[in-house]
């Protein structure tokens, strides 16, 4: 073998090595594409399950057992503390018409009241929260009773 055909035989070589390398690295680049492609629709399909799933653990998980039932008796007596305060707070906005003070105090308890009792109401409707309300604890602050009516109370 002379020169030249060994040239032409190393060339034949080198071109056949390239496109090979070149045809191994797009069918791998094809398999990796077709491969996420399936990852990504088993992951699309399973979603609805698997979000549920996780959700039940998180709504099942010791520390927001534990924070619901404590938020829901804390609001639960709040709401009762600021309804019976408003019975003060009226009674310092009639001994004193006219004193701003007075009536921005019992303006803002009125409000704060009502925020409370909205705030428990819009509680008892999260799903992370509601089941772990404690069953003697009302679903919902009903605002007729005069312990939750965020209004005062006739002496």
């Known amino acids: 073998m002379d020169r030249q055909d060994r040239r032409e035989a190393d060339q034949v070589v080198r071109y056949g090595t390239s496109r090979t390398i070149i045809v191994v690295v797009v069918v791998g680049l094809v398999v990796a594409l077709v491969i996420g492609g399936v990852w990504w629709g088993v992951r699309v399909a399973t979603s609805d399950v698997k979000g549920a799933g996780d959700a039940q653990i998180k709504i099942n998980e010791a520390d927001n057992r534990i924070n619901a039932q404590e938020t829901f008796e804390a609001m639960y007596q709040k ?77």
């Open 79 to 155: 709401i009762q503390e600021y309804d019976k305060n408003l019975d003060q707070a009226a009674a310092d906005k009639a001994e004193y018409p006219g004193d701003t003070f007075f009536a921005t105090n019992y303006s803002g308890l009125v409000k704060t009241c009502n925020d409370a009792v909205f705030q428990y109401n819009a509680e008892a409707r999260k799903v992370s929260r509601a089941k772990w309300r404690d069953p003697e604890l009302p679903y919902e602050i009903d605002t007729t009773d005069p312990r939750f009516d965020c209004k005062e109370n006739p002496a």
